[in-house]
């Protein structure tokens, strides 16, 4: 379909990343799932985090208000690894900067509505990947007990105990 610079690793690559740009589930994303599952995680897959906005995070922990979104290298523009392909480099890169746009909104609207959006390269390691998410919703966690009047803390606690980790 295209011809690609030298600074992506291999056109193979470059397929496969633009294969998994939508409704497709990328290696690192299963392997974050999977290893978020085995630690007593519990999340929702390709989800919207807010049911009135259009836009699907691709693993959300509903309780705990933390939406993750692995981004494609290609398509989000990863400055390690995307270039423009030189045919129709136009199109590509107005389609590329158009989707970090709306990953901007994304972020700005889900922060708004008091959401922590956490968002990775598919390039990155799977283990940093989860320590990082796992901080992240401990820390809201946290957060939660800490900030919200007695009356509310005893209810978030609960649920987000049920939501992310099982009790035993
Ligand atoms: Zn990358």
């Not at 699907?56 to 400055?79: E, K, L, M, P, Y």
């Not at 008091?114 to 390269?121: A, D, I, K, N, P």
Request: proline share 3%.
């Amino acid at each position: 379909m295209t011809e690609v610079q030298k600074s992506w690793a291999t056109s193979e690559g470059v397929r496969r990343s633009m294969r998994s740009n939508k409704g497709r589930d990328t290696l690192i994303e299963l392997r974050v799932r999977k290893q978020m599952f085995a630690l007593g995680y519990r999340y929702r897959v390709n989800h919207r985090p807010l049911q009135s906005l259009r836009r699907t995070a691709d693993i959300v922990f509903t309780r705990a208000r933390v939406a993750i979104f692995v981004d494609g290298c290609f398509w989000h523009g990863c400055s390690l690894h995307y270039s423009a392909p030189k045919a129709n480099g136009d199109f590509w890169s107005l389609k590329v900067s158009t989707n970090i746009r709306r990953d901007d909104e994304t972020n700005r609207l889900l922060a708004d509505a008091g959401w922590t959006v956490l968002r990775f390269w598919e390039h990155e390691p799977n283990d940093a990947v989860v320590s990082s998410i796992v901080e992240h919703i401990d820390k809201r966690r946290r957060t939660h007990t800490v900030a919200l009047p007695s009356s509310v803390r005893s209810m978030t606690a609960t649920s987000a105990t049920a939501d992310t980790k099982p009790s035993k």
